[in-house]
C-alpha cells in the first residue's frame, strides 16, 4: 500500500496543531481527517476506518487513553499514537500498554511525527499479513479437519455397514474395532468388547493360537494373511457359528501393530447346502419309487410278448419238425416272423427306455422334444395303464417348440402325474395327455387329465408338500407332487392343478421353451 492510500485521522482540541499536522501529513501523501475532540474523533473513526490514529492526550471531555481504548476495542488492528505532553512519560507508558503504537511529544517535531507514521504503518502491515497468514493457515486446518472427518466417518460407515463381520485387535490381541455384523452375529454390543475383552473370547479353547500360526504361516494366502479360512465363532450364548474367516496382519512403520479379521456368517449357506442335499435325496427317494413301480409294469410289459413270441417259435419248431414246409407254411413263417420282429422291437425298446431312466443320475441340459417324453412315459406305464382299463388319448401339437431341460427328470414329472392319474382312476376311465405351445410367451405346456376321483378342496393346498399323501400305507408316501413341484421350478417352469371331485383332476405343467429357437 502507498501512503496516498492510508487514512490518517487526527484528534486533537488545539487547532493550531491540528492543521500543521493535517498539512505535514497530507505533503507526505497521507489522506487525513481531523477531529477537534474524542468524541467527533470516535464518530469519526468510525465513519472513515482510518488506519491509523493519532490522539492528543490532555483534551476536554474524553481523553487521548480513552478514545485508544475504544478505538482498540472496536478494531485491535488500529494503529493509535499517542501525543503527550513533554515529561508525560508515565501517560505514555499506560498508552503503550493499552497497545498504543508509539507516542510523540509535544511540541511536535515534522521528522519525529513522520518516523512514528511509518512505524505505525509497519505495525500495521505486519499485524495485517500475520492476521491473514494465520486466518489461511486456521481455514485450512479447519478444512484438512473437515477432510480427516469425512474420511474417517466415511471409513467407519464402510466398516459398519459391512455385511462381514469385522473385528480390529491390537498386538495383545485386545479389540479395538467391533462392527455391527459383529455385533449381530456374536450377540456381544460394542461396548461390552471395545478395549475390554481379546480375541480368544469369541473362539474355542486353542483356536486362536491356531490361527495365529496359520496366519504367520504361507498356508493360507501368504505370510500375515489368512484367506477364507473355516472356523468356529462362539457367541455369547455359547452358540457354535461356522465363520469364513480372512484375516491379515497391521503394520505401521515396519512394526507389527495388530490384525484384523473378516468374519463370513456361514450358517444360511450351510442351511442352503443342508436343503439342496435334502432335497437331492427326496429326489432320489422319488426316483427309486417311480423305478419300482416302473419295473413291475416293464415286466408284464414284456412278459407278454415273450410269451407270444416263444409260442410263434414253438409252433415253427413243431411245424418243421413234421418235414419240409409247404408253400403255405412258408407264408405264415412270413407273417409270425414279422409279428415276433415287431414285438421284439417294442420289448427292446421298453427295456431301453426304462434303463435310460434308471441309470441317469446326473442332470444333463438338452433341447427336449417333449412329444417323445410323453410318448416314452405312457410306453413305460402302458401296463399299468391296461391292467386298469384305463384309455388313453394324446393330443400332441407338432408345432411345439423345445424345451431346454433334462429329460429325465421331466419323464420323472410326467410319470409321477400318470401314476397319480391311474391312482385316481382304479376302475378305468379316460387319460388324456396334450401338448401345446403359447408362442406368445414362449411356454411349452403339458395337461395331465384325468376322470377319476378328483381332489378335495381341503387337501389342494397340501398335495404339494412333501410326505402328504391321502393313499394306504405302502400304496404311496407322498413324494410324486413335491418331487414334480421341486423339477419344474428348478427349469423355471411351473405347475398348476384343477380339480372337482367324482369328476377328475387336470396338471398343468408349463415349461419355458429353448432359449435358442
Ligand atoms: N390325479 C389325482 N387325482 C386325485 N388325487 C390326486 C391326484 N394326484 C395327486 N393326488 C392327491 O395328492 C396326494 C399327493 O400326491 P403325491 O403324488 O405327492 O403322493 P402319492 O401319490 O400319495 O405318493 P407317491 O407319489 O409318493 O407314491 C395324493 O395322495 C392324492 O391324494
Ligand atoms: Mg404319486
Redo the contacts with the bound molecule.
Keep these: 500500500m502507498n501512503t496516498e492510500n492510508w487514512k490518517v485521522l487526527i484528534i486533537d482540541d488545539e487547532e493550531g496543531i491540528r492543521r500543521v499536522m493535517a498539512i505535514t501529513l497530507g505533503d507526505a501523501g497521507y489522506q487525513v481527517f481531523t477531529a477537534a475532540d474524542g468524541e467527533s474523533g470516535i464518530e469519526l473513526c468510525k465513519k472513515e476506518s482510518p488506519h491509523i490514529v493519532i490522539t492528543d492526550i490532555r483534551m476536554p471531555g474524553i481523553d487521548g487513553i480513552e478514545v485508544l481504548k475504544r478505538v482498540k476495542e472496536e478494531d485491535p488492528d488500529k494503529e493509535v499514537i499517542v501525543v503527550t505532553a513533554y515529561g508525560e512519560m508515565e501517560i505514555a507508558i499506560r498508552a503503550l500498554q493499552l497497545d498504543a503504537s508509539d507516542f510523540i511529544t509535544k511540541p511536535i517535531n515534522d521528522e519525529a511525527l513522520l518516523v512514528a507514521l511509518t512505524r505505525a504503518k509497519e505495525r500495521y502491515t505486519t499485524r495485517r499479513e500475520l492476521r491473514d497468514y494465520t486466518n489461511l493457515i486456521e481455514q485450512r486446518w479447519i478444512s484438512t479437519a473437515e477432510e480427516l472427518k469425512k474420511t474417517f466417518n466415511f471409513q467407519k460407515n464402510l466398516i459398519e455397514s459391512s455385511i462381514d463381520g469385522i473385528i480390529g485387535c491390537d498386538r495383545e490381541g485386545r479389540i479395538i474395532t467391533f462392527n455391527k455384523s459383529m455385533e449381530d452375529m456374536s450377540g456381544y454390543s460394542k461396548d461390552e468388547v471395545v478395549g475390554k475383552v481379546s480375541l480368544d473370547r469369541f473362539f474355542p479353547v486353542g483356536e486362536v493360537e491356531i490361527l495365529r500360526e496359520k496366519l504367520y504361516s504361507e498356508e493360507y494366502g501368504g505370510k500375515y494373511r489368512l484367506f477364507l479360512f473355516e472356523s468356529t465363532l462362539i457367541s455369547k450364548t455359547g452358540n457354535k457359528i461356522p465363520v469364513q474367516l480372512s484375516a491379515t496382519v497391521l503394520f505401521e512403520d515396519d512394526e507389527e501393530i495388530g490384525m484384523v479379521g473378516f468374519f463370513r456368517d456361514l450358517r444360511e449357506i450351510r442351511r442352503m447346502e443342508q436343503e439342496f442335499l435334502d432335497k437331492t435325496r427326496l429326489l432320489h427317494q ?1 426316483k427309486m ?2 423305478l419300482g ?1 416302473l419295473a413291475a409294469s416293464v415286466v408284464h410289459e414284456i412278459n407278454n410278448p415273450l410269451s407270444g413270441i416263444l409260442n410263434y417259435i414253438r409252433l415253427m419248431i413243431k411245424i418243421l419238425g413234421r418235414g419240409a414246409p409247404t408253400q403255405e407254411h412258408i407264408q405264415k413263417f412270413q407273417r409270425y416272423l414279422t409279428l415276433m420282429e415287431s414285438e421284439t422291437d417294442r420289448c427292446s425298446k421298453i427295456v431301453s427306455n426304462l434303463l435310460a431312466f434308471s441309470r441317469k443320475s446326473k442332470v444333463e441340459y438338452t433341447g427336449i422334444d417333449i412329444n417323445d417324453l410323453i410318448q416314452k412315459s405312457i410306453m413305460l406305464s402302458q401296463h399299468k395303464l391296461t391292467l386298469q382299463n384305463i384309455h388313453v388319448e394324446t393330443h400332441l401339437n407338432p408345432e411345439i417348440a423345445k424345451v431346454w431341460g433334462d429329460f429325465n427328470q421331466i419323464q420323472q414329472c410326467i410319470i ?2 400318470i ?3 391311474i ?2 382312476m382304479p376302475d378305468g376311465g379316460t387319460l388324456t395327455i396334450e401338448s401345446s405351445f403359447d408362442s406368445q410367451r414362449g411356454l411349452v405346456e403339458i395337461r ?1 387329465k ?1 376322470s ?5 378342496k381341503g ?1 389342494i393346498p ?10 394306504k400305507e405302502g ?10 413341484y421341486g423339477i419344474i421350478e428348478g427349469h423355471g417352469g411351473s405347475v398348476s ?1 384343477e ?1 372337482e371331485l367324482g369328476k ?2 387336470v ?1 398343468v405343467l408349463k415349461l419355458p421353451q429353448h432359449p435358442n429357437q
Design positions: 422319488d419309487i417311480s413301480k409321477n402325474l401314476f397319480n392319474a391312482d385316481a395331465v384325468d377319476g376321483c378328483g381332489i378335495a387337501d397340501y398335495i404339494f408338500d412333501p410326505f402328504f399323501t391321502t393313499k400304496k404311496g408316501i407322498g413324494l410324486g407332487l413335491s418331487t414334480v392343478v380339480s377328475g383332476t396338471f
